[in-house]
């Protein structure tokens, strides 16, 4: 974790952030092989602490930590992206004892369609909950207790909504950075999307955050006499700085895609509409991804109620043209089911149109209550775990 830690913090916030360096993941089996038996005094990491999390504090559309700290609160750091994994990843023995190859480093980010995989497994809104994160985590079948990655060649999906409303996000964000890592050398893949929050973040919106993740960025690096940053007080202007296009952690973000299909399913956080489809779903996510990073204004995608990340056409209320909207979509994109979170399914993951959509954010975080479910996609079956 300390390795993508100073590398987020090392980008500067006051001018377009140089791209990351390339991934020396050819590396990594060697260092970890000079490691072993070894102790720190040779560059080699020690233990890290088990983490502990605290996790305290309605939607409207609105046009509204990762620190040296957060490694007390992953119980296996995350891994710098590209690094060896120790559960099926680069480097690890297979069943027989040899050496696994690395893979090339994961795409960021993902392309907007990818083909059909054997099983997925879809998560709603997290919001600040790093307990609840890794138990869904867990539930998925995805990590073990040490945060590793125990799937294999399974593929998860996050539908949105890491941020606000709890005081885990860095911690939560880290993870599933380190998650996504180890999932791809093992041959399977976490898809992290982003919802209305992490936009509404990004546009410095900050109406739903806690006090705690106020402080969760205050280390992050600004520039003290940046214009932007005077409008806040000083105790936010890291979150500020993190959170801003072209910031650190906005540039997390953006190799993060808004809508994503896998097969015959479309995964996105709010719902996409006929109107979307026409437009184009890659040409969305590259230019959210864009703003995300400095490098294009605010699209129109991310601020009204007919945008991927904030319509409820199907998650709230939903009648015959609702449906008739969903149908289209999904015939427009050739796939069969469409997965939504962003309205809380107070009695649990549910489908609606005769089985197009399945609406999946059940409230996992302390804030909501901590409903912990998932929902499973294997083949022409659809089951929810509980």
């Known amino acids: 974790m300390t390795a993508l830690i100073s590398r987020l913090h090392g980008l500067s916030v006051a001018a377009p952030v140089a791209p990351p360096q390339p991934r020396l993941s050819w590396l990594s089996p060697l260092l970890a092989a000079l490691c072993v038996g070894f102790t720190a005094s040779l560059g080699c990491a020690g233990p ?23 490694t007390a609160q992953g119980s ?23 050496r696994r190859a690395a893979r090339p480093p994961r795409p960021i980010p993902q392309p907007a369609v990818l083909p059909g995989v054997p099983k997925i497994v879809a998560i709603g809104d997290l919001h ?20 590793h990655w125990i799937g294999g060649k399974l593929v998860v999906v996050q539908v949105g909504d890491q941020l606000d409303r709890g005081d885990g996000e860095k911690a ?36 739903y955050v806690t006090p705690g993740g106020w402080l969760d960025f205050a280390d992050v690096p600004h520039v003290p006499n940046d214009a932007l940053l005077g409008k806040f007080a000083p105790h936010q202007r890291g979150r500020v700085s993190a959170l801003r296009p072209g910031g650190p952690y906005a540039k997390l973000l ?12 479309v995964f996105v956080h709010g719902g996409v509409l006929p109107q979307h489809v026409t437009y184009g779903i890659a040409k969305i996510n590259q230019e959210i991804s864009a703003w995300m990073n400095n490098q294009a204004p605010a699209p129109q995608s991310i601020s009204s109620e007919t945008s991927p990340v904030w319509s409820r056409h199907y998650s709230l209320d939903v009648d015959a043209e609702d449906c008739k909207l969903a149908a289209q979509a999904l015939a427009a994109l050739h796939v069969k089911r469409m997965v ?3 309205t809380v399914q107070s009695k649990g993951i549910n489908s609606v149109c005769g089985g197009l959509v399945w609406r999946i954010d059940v409230g996992i975080s302390k804030h909501y209550g901590g409903l912990a479910q998932v929902l499973v996609v294997e083949g022409a079956s659809v089951v929810i775990a509980k």
């Open 254 to 265: 953006a190799g993060h895609n808004t809508i994503q299909v896998i097969g015959d399913t």
């Open 340 to 342: 939504v979170a962003h």
């Open 76 to 98: 296996a750091a995350p891994r710098a992206a590209g690094a060896d994994v120790d559960s099926g990843g680069a480097g690890s023995p297979d069943a027989a004892g040899r």
């Open 128 to 147: 600040g909950d790093i307990t609840a994160t890794r138990a869904v985590l867990k539930l998925a079948g995805a990590i073990d207790d040490a945060d």
């Open 172 to 207: 939560i964000l880290l993870l599933l950075d380190s998650v996504a890592d180890q999932a791809h050398q093992a041959g399977g893949a976490l898809h992290v999307l982003n919802g209305n929050h992490e936009t509404m973040n990004v546009a410095q919106q900050f109406g």
């Open 48 to 70: 890290v602490t088990p983490p502990t999390a605290v996790v305290d504090s309605d939607d409207t559309v609105a046009t509204t930590a990762l620190t040296d700290a957060d």
